[in-house]
C-alpha cells in the first residue's frame, strides 16, 4: 500500500500525532548519516515547517542525500512513531526539490508579506529615474553584480526583516521614504545621492551573511564577523565607482554614506554622518526597521494590548497596540 | 535742521562710523535711566539689528521710556561718536513703533524664511483633515486657544528653529513628513494620531519659554525649568481632551506621544515610546531638527567644504556641505 | 464521614503530603474551568500560600467560581493526591471568604510587618502638623480620595516593599525620615514643602499599578506602561491642588518634587531635582528604599555572613549582615 | 608723622582708592623679596581679604619676611598709589600676627558660619556616647591624634565647605543625621558602626590636602593625588585599630564604611557598599554635601529666583530658591 | 576478590559505564555523611576529575572522612551502577592522599601548563636582579612571607588563569614583559619600580580569595569582597616597606602602582595611573591576561575558525584562530 | 651697507627687540600680498621658529612668493619695529630655501627627537624579516609607494607624535615591542602577521591628514574627515595585497588588525579585535602612544613633581615624574 493514501498532506509538523501518515514539502533541517550497530546506514534528521520541527529516522537509507543537503526543501513522507514520549517521524520516501515541484515555499520558511518581483522592479525603476549619472550607474552595476542574491536575502539574521526577500523589503522601505523627504528638503538634500546610499546601505551584507542554500542567513562570515558589513559595502562601492571612473567627490561621499548609517561609532558607525544625506539615511534605516518590529510585534499583540514579549530593537520594551477606534 | 537730513536710514548698525548721522528702526536691547552728576536725567541704551549692536546715549531724556521697554522694536535717530576708541550713538529721537510703522522686522530680529500666515493655513488645513473627530478636536482647540503665541514663537533657545515663527515652522515640517510616512507604513500607522501628537508635541514649549515683547526666547520660564515643556504639554492636552469629553484611551495616547518624544530618557523622554506613532514622532522631530541646523550651516558653508564651526546638534562634527554637481 | 475530621487544618502547603488531607484559607492564584472528555464540568486550579504553592482539581464542579476569581482568597478543602510523580490537590469544598471569615491574610499573600492603622494614623497626624495651609489641604484632600488604595496597595511590583500595605509603610518611614532632618537643615528646607512631596511622590502608583482583588500588584496599568507614575501623580497633585485654589507657585513646586524624585533622568526623573527639598525628597526615598532591602534580605541571612543572592536594587552586589557583637 | 593717623582701618581691599592711608590685618597671599636696579632690596607682595586682594610694594624692605611667609595672616600698613591705571600699596610697615594680635579671621579668610569650640564638642560627646567600646576607642585615638587638624580644614578643596572648619561642619552635620536616622532603621543599623564610620569617612583628607599656613587647601598632596583620601583614611583607621586590638571583624567593617562611602567606583568608592551602615553613610555624606551647597547658592539668591550660576555639584543645575511664602 | 582486579586504574570518570569496576585518584568534590532508615552510616559524595564528575555511594562507611574534607584530593575504587538511569558509583575503598602518593594532580583539578617550580626560581631571580635595593628588599620580604601560597594559588576565580599556580604563571608572564618593556623606554620607565609593581599587583589576591584545600578558588573572603585586593595589596606592601624603613617617596609609588593597576576607577582602579610605571603596568596586566584567554580559547578552536563561546573578558566576542600559513 | 651686518643671525625670535637686526632661517607662517593706499605691492606675513611668531611688512614687494608659499622655510632679514605697541618686522630680504641651504630644521618646526634615517632603515630591515613572505610582500609595496611621507609626517595632529618623523618614530617604537612581546606569546601569536599589522595601521593617516609643505599636519583632509583613516589604511592595504596575489584570509586579517585597532567601537575601531594579533596590535598603539606623552610631559616636569597640566590623552590627569633615587 502506498504511505501515501491517507495521508496527511502538507500539514503542519505541529498537527501530527503518533499514527499519523504524512506527506509534503519540508525544510530539511538537519540530516546526519549513520550506520545501526548490525552495519546497516540510517539516516538522523529533523524536518522543519514555519512553526515547528520533528526528528526522524529514514532506515536502511544509502543515498544519494547526505549532510551537506541541510538547509534544503525536500519532499518527505512517511509515519509519526513515537521515542521517549514524544513523537519522531520514520520516513520512506525523501527527495530534494527541483524547478517541477510546485510548492510555497512560504509554508517552510519565512518569506516577505510583499511580491519580490514588484518590490525589485520598483527599486530599479526608481534607480533609473536617479538624476545624477554618475550615481546612477555605480547603483546599476552593483544592482547587475548582485541582482539575485539582493533579490532573495533576509535583511538581517534577527531584530528586524529576517525573512527571505527581507533586504530587498527593507530597501524598498527606505526608497520611498527617501523619495518622499527629499522632496521636503530640497535645500539640503541630494535626491540622488540619498537615494544611492540607500540602496548602497546594506550590500555589504551580502557579503557579510553566510546564508543556507534556501537563502536564510545561517550565520555571519568570516568577512562578516572580522571585517563588518558597512566596510565590505563601502569597499565594494568604491571598487565599481572606481571601475566607472566616477569623480573622486562623488565615490567618497557614497563611501560616506554606507561607513556613517548606523548614526553612531557606538551603534557601530565607522564615523559619524557629517553631511545631510548622511544625517538622513541613517534616520530613514531606523524609521524603516523599527516600523518594521511593529508590523511584526502586531501579528500576536491585539489591539488594546501590550506585546508579550519585550521587542529588543524597540528599547527592550514591550510595546502597545493602541485599540481600535470604533 | 532736522537730524535725518543726510542721514544713513536703517543703516546696518555696523556699518556705521564716527560722524554719521542716522535714522530707522532698531531693536532696543537694553536701556537704563541713569542721572549725571549734575542731577540731570539721561539714558544708558543698546540698540542692535540682525548682525550687531551699539551702545549709545540719550542726554536730557526725561520719558516715557523705561527700562521695561527693553526688547521693544524702536524708530530712533542721533549722530555716531566716539567714546574709549571705539563709536556710540547719541540719540536725539526715541520712540517705541506701532502698528503705522511700517519696517522690515526681520532686519532687527531672526525670522523663520517663509511666510508664517501661510504656514499657519497649511497647519490649520491639515489638522482639518484629521479623519478622527477626537483628536481633531483636542487640536483645533490647542490652536484656538493657542494660536498667537503658537504662530509667533521660536522653536527653541537655541540649537534649531531659534527665530520667529521657528516652532510654526517645525511644526508644519513635521506635519509634512508625518503625512507622507503614515502613507507608506498604513498597516502600523493611524494617521490622525501621528498627526496630532506632531501638532501638540512641542505646545508645552509655549509656557516654558518666557519670552521678550518681540517673540523672541529670553529664557526658560520658571514652570519650564521646574517642570520641563514635556509634562506642560502633556498635562495641557489632557485638559483639553478632557473638556471635550475625549476618550480616556486617546486621551492616553495623546499624552504618551507627547511625554515619549524625545525618544529616550537621556534625551529628556519622560517615558520611551511604546506605539509605533510615538516611536516615528520621535524619528520626524530628529529628522525635522537636523535639517533645519544643516539649512542653517550652509548659510556660511561654501559647497565643498566642512562648516567652520563644529554643531553642537549634530554629533558636535563640523559638517560637509557636498561640492556642487556640475 | 466530614473531610475536615483529621484534616491538617491551614497547613502550610509545602508540608502536604500525598495522603494528607486539608482545609484552610489560601490564595486562589488561579483557576480555569474545563470540562472533561465525558462532558462533565470541573476545575483546574492552584492555591497558594506565602511559602508554596500547589495545583488542584475539583471534579464535578459547576460553579459558582469562574476564572475571574483568580487572586481571591479562598477556604477549601480535600485530600492530597500525586499526579506524575508531584502532588496535587483533589478538593471537595471551595468558597471565597467574606468579612465573616477570620484568618491571617499574611499566612497567605505577603504583609508589611507593622500594622497599617497605626502607620495610616501616623501619616494622617503629620500631615495635620504642617504649617503650610495649603501644603496642608492638598495632602488631605488626595488622601481623603484616596485612603483606601493608599492604605492598602504594595509600595512596588518588585525591589522594594512589594506587600500590601508597602506603599503606606514605605511613606510613613520616610515622613519620620523628613522630619528628622527638616529640623538639621531649617535654613534650606521648608518643612511643608517636604513633608508634603513626601506624601504626594508616589500617589501616581495608585493609577501606575492594575492590582489583584487582594491588593497586590498584578502588573502595571496602560497609563502606568504609557505615562509612567510621575507624571500620574504630578497631573493628580496639580488637578487636587487648583480645585482648592492653591497658588501656582506651590502648585509648580509640589508638581517639581513629584516630577524630579528619582534624581535624574537616566533613574526616570522628568527633570533633575532643582530645590533643597526637591534634592531631599529624592535621598530619603533613596534611603528608606534601600534600608528595606537590606531588612528584606536580613531574613534568610545569618550575622556574619553574605546574602546568598544578588540584591539587584543594592548595586546587584552580594550584601553583608555584620557579625553580632557581643 | 604715623602713617595711621587717618587711615582707613581693616578697610575692604575693594574700597580703597588711590590716595588712602591704610592699616589693618589681611592674608598675605603672595611675597617675592626682589632688588631694584641700583642694589636694593624690595618686597613684591598681595594681600588679600574675604572679597579681594590687591598688589604691593614694600621698598628697602631687608626682612625679615621672606617668600615662605605667603598665605600667613600679617598686619600691614601704608598708602595707596596707582601704577598701570589700577591701585597699588606702597607699605611702610608689615609684620606676621601672633596670639597677641586680636582680629576677626574670618574677614580674611572663609570660616564656617558656626563655632568651631562647639562643634568640636558636639563631635567628641557624640563619639563618647558610641555604645561599642572598639568602634569608641577607635575614633577617640584618632582624635586625639588629629585634633588640630581635624577641627580646622576645610572639607574640600571647593564644591562643599571649602572654608575653615569645613570638615568639622560637615562631620557635625553628618552625625547629627546619623544618629537621627539610626534610631529609624534599627532593625538593619549598628548606630556605633554608623558613627563611628561618620566620623572617619574623611580623616584620609586631613593627609590628602596640602594646606597653607591658615589651614585653607593649597593643594592636594602627593599622597592625596596618588593614593587618595579613602585609602589614606582606611589605612590610618586600620593602623589605629590594630594599635587597640580591636577584633578584625570590626577593623575590617570600618575600613569597609570608608572604602566605600563614595557610593559606586564612578564616583570614587574603592568597593561598593555591602553592608547597611556603609550604604547608609554613602547618603548621608551625600545629603550634608548638597544641602551645604544650597546653603552656599543662597548666598546670592533672592527668594523666588534661580541661582546666577549653575551649581557643578547639583547636576550641574541653575537651582531654585522657592518664594517665600506670605 | 579485590575490588581493585580487572578495575579501570585512574580512568576518566566520563569514560565509566555501569558494570565497570574503578580505582585512582579523584577529587572529593562534596561529601555528606547521612544515615539510613535503617539507622545505618553512609555517604553521598561527589567524585571528580578535571572533565567530570559523578555522584556516589559508600554504605556501612563510619568514617575517618566527614564533610569537612569536601575538596580534597582522594584514592577511591568501587563499581560502577546505575541511579534513576544514570551512573552511580558504589565505594568500597576511600582514604585521603598523603605525601606518599604518587599521581598526576593535574588530572584532577587545573593545573598551570608551565613548570612551578621554573616559573617560581625565574620570579625569585629576576627580583634578585632589581637594582634598586629598596624595592627590591620589599619584593624578597613579601615573597618570603607568602611564598608558598604565591607559588600555588590561581591568578582569578574565573576569567584567566584560574588553575594552580595560576599567579605566579601570570606574575612570571608579566615581569617577562616588563623586563622587555622597561628596556625599550629607558627615558620615563624605572625598571625596578616597574617590576616590583608587577610583583607586587596581585599580591593582595592572597588575601582576597578563600581558598580549598588543593589550592584552588573557592570563593572570596570577607575581606575580598568588603575592602578589595588593591587595598589589601597596598595595605600589604606598605606595612612590609615601612618595616623596612624603605623610603615614603618608594613606598607612596609602589603603593600606587598596587592600588591604580586596573587603569580606571570603572574597572575598579582606586585611582588613576599617574607615572609611567603605573600606566605600563596596568597595560602588561592587560597584554599577559588576555594572551592567556586566547591561550585557552585555542584549546578548543580549531585553526580557521571562531571560538564556539564568547569570551567574556574579549570584549564579550567569539575570537577568531587564523588557519595555519602552509 | 649690508643689512646682515651686526645682524642678529637664526636668534630666537621671541629674543628680538625693537632696533635689532635679524637675518636666518623661519618658517614663513602666512603670506598675503597686498596693496598700498597709494597703490605699492607689499607683503603682510608672518615668520616663526619653534617658541614664537612675529609679524612683519615687506614693502614694495613684487614676488616672487605669493600666499601659497605659506608652510615653507625661507630664508629672510631685516629690522625690528614697533608698531601698536608690539614689535613688528620691517623685511628687506625673503627667500624660499633650497637644497644648497644648510640649516637646522628642528629649530624652525618641531622633529622628532631621532634619526629619521635610522629609524627608516630599522623599520625597512624588521619587514625584510618577516618569514611570511605575503606579509612581507604588502609591507614591502606599501612602504616602497608611501615611503618619502611615511618618514616624513607627524604620527598625529596634536596627544602623541605630533612633529616630523612622528609617524615613523611611533611605527618604530611599536615594531621594538612587537618583536619582543611576539615572542613572549608564541603558542597564540603570529610575528609576521602582527609586524605587518604594526606597520600597516596608521598608513590610512598618510590620506587622512593634509599637510604643510613641510609635512606638518595643517588639517585632516575630507577623506580623513569623512571615511576616516581606518578604513582608509583597509582599504589601501587590501588592494595593494590584490595587486600581489595574497590570499584572501591573509588580506582579511591585515584588514581586520587595521580596522580594529583602536580597541573598541566607541573609541573609533570598526570591530572589535577579534584575533589574539589584532588584541596585541591594539596594547602595543597604547602603550607607544602613552609613553611618548610621558616622554613629552617630562620636558617641563622637574622629578618629583606633578605636571603643570592634565594630559589630555592621560585620562585627563597631572602626571607623576618620581623622584629620583639618589
Same mark, same amino acid.
Given at each position: 500500500m502506498d504511505s501515501r493514501n491517507n495521508a496527511k498532506k &502538507?500539514?503542519?509538523? %505541529? #498537527?501530527? !500525532?503518533? /499514527?499519523? %501518515? +504524512? *506527506?509534503?514539502?519540508y525544510l530539511l533541517k538537519s540530516i546526519q548519516p549513520a550506520t545501526t550497530a548490525a552495519g546497516k546506514p540510517y539516516l538522523n534528521l529533523r524536518l522543519a515547517d514555519l512553526d515547528g520541527e520533528l526528528p526522524g529516522k529514514f532506515w536502511d537509507y544509502?543515498?544519494?542525500?547526505?549532510?551537506?543537503?541541510?538547509?534544503?526543501?525536500?519532499?518527505? #513522507?512517511?509515519?509519526?512513531?513515537?521515542f521517549? &514520549?514524544?513523537?519522531?517521524?520514520?520516513?520512506? &520516501?525523501? %527527495?530534494?526539490?527541483?524547478?517541477k515541484d510546485e510548492f510555497d515555499l512560504g509554508r517552510i520558511v519565512p518569506v516577505a508579506p510583499y511580491d519580490a518581483q514588484e518590490m525589485l522592479h520598483y527599486v530599479e525603476q526608481t534607480l533609473q529615474s536617479l538624476s545624477d549619472a554618475d550615481y546612477r550607474a555605480v547603483c546599476l552595476a552593483v544592482l547587475e553584480r548582485r541582482r539575485e542574491q539582493f533579490a532573495l536575502l533576509p535583511g538581517a539574521k534577527a531584530m528586524h526583516h529576517a525573512f527571505l526577500h527581507g533586504?530587498?523589503?527593507?530597501?524598498?522601505?527606505? @526608497?520611498?521614504?527617501?523619495?518622499a523627504l527629499a522632496l521636503l528638503y530640497p535645500d539640503v538634500i541630494d535626491r540622488s @545621492? @540619498?537615494? !544611492?546610499?540607500?540602496? @548602497?546601505?546594506?550590500?555589504?551584507?551580502l557579503a557579510e551573511f553566510s546564508t543556507t542554500e534556501l537563502g536564510l542567513v545561517g550565520d555571519y562570515s568570516k568577512e562578516g564577523q572580522l571585517l563588518g558589513h558597512l566596510f565590505l559595502g563601502a569597499e565594494e562601492a568604491g571598487s565599481a565607482a572606481r571601475a566607472l571612473g566616477v569623480p573622486a567627490e562623488k565615490t567618497m561621499l557614497l563611501q560616506h554614506l554606507?561607513?556613517?548609517?548606523? /548614526?553612531?561609532?557606538? +551603534? /557601530?558607525a565607522?564615523?559619524?554622518?557629517? *553631511? !545631510?544625506?548622511?544625517?538622513?539615511l541613517a534616520e530613514i534605516d531606523m524609521i524603516d526597521s523599527r516600523m518594521e518590529m511593529y508590523r511584526a510585534a502586531f501579528a500576536d499583540t491585539p489591539p488594546g494590548q501590550f506585546s508579550r514579549q519585550r521587542v529588543y530593537g524597540l528599547n527592550n520594551c514591550m510595546i502597545y497596540r493602541p485599540a481600535q477606534e470604533e
Amino acid at each position: 500500500m502506498d504511505s501515501r493514501n491517507n495521508a496527511k498532506k &502538507n500539514a503542519e509538523l %505541529r #498537527s501530527l !500525532a503518533p /499514527g499519523d %501518515r +504524512f *506527506c509534503g514539502y519540508y525544510l530539511l533541517k538537519s540530516i546526519q548519516p549513520a550506520t545501526t550497530a548490525a552495519g546497516k546506514p540510517y539516516l538522523n534528521l529533523r524536518l522543519a515547517d514555519l512553526d515547528g520541527e520533528l526528528p526522524g529516522k529514514f532506515w536502511d537509507y544509502a543515498g544519494p542525500l547526505t549532510a551537506a543537503d541541510a538547509g534544503q526543501a525536500v519532499w518527505a #513522507s512517511g509515519r509519526v512513531d513515537t521515542f521517549q &514520549n514524544a513523537p519522531q517521524l520514520t520516513l520512506d &520516501n525523501l %527527495r530534494l526539490t527541483d524547478e517541477k515541484d510546485e510548492f510555497d515555499l512560504g509554508r517552510i520558511v519565512p518569506v516577505a508579506p510583499y511580491d519580490a518581483q514588484e518590490m525589485l522592479h520598483y527599486v530599479e525603476q526608481t534607480l533609473q529615474s536617479l538624476s545624477d549619472a554618475d550615481y546612477r550607474a555605480v547603483c546599476l552595476a552593483v544592482l547587475e553584480r548582485r541582482r539575485e542574491q539582493f533579490a532573495l536575502l533576509p535583511g538581517a539574521k534577527a531584530m528586524h526583516h529576517a525573512f527571505l526577500h527581507g533586504l530587498l523589503m527593507h530597501t524598498a522601505g527606505m @526608497l520611498r521614504q527617501a523619495d518622499a523627504l527629499a522632496l521636503l528638503y530640497p535645500d539640503v538634500i541630494d535626491r540622488s @545621492l @540619498l537615494l !544611492a546610499g540607500v540602496f @548602497l546601505h546594506d550590500v555589504g551584507k551580502l557579503a557579510e551573511f553566510s546564508t543556507t542554500e534556501l537563502g536564510l542567513v545561517g550565520d555571519y562570515s568570516k568577512e562578516g564577523q572580522l571585517l563588518g558589513h558597512l566596510f565590505l559595502g563601502a569597499e565594494e562601492a568604491g571598487s565599481a565607482a572606481r571601475a566607472l571612473g566616477v569623480p573622486a567627490e562623488k565615490t567618497m561621499l557614497l563611501q560616506h554614506l554606507i561607513l556613517s548609517h548606523h /548614526g553612531k561609532p557606538e +551603534f /557601530g558607525a565607522v564615523v559619524y554622518p557629517k *553631511c !545631510a544625506e548622511a544625517e538622513l539615511l541613517a534616520e530613514i534605516d531606523m524609521i524603516d526597521s523599527r516600523m518594521e518590529m511593529y508590523r511584526a510585534a502586531f501579528a500576536d499583540t491585539p489591539p488594546g494590548q501590550f506585546s508579550r514579549q519585550r521587542v529588543y530593537g524597540l528599547n527592550n520594551c514591550m510595546i502597545y497596540r493602541p485599540a481600535q477606534e470604533e
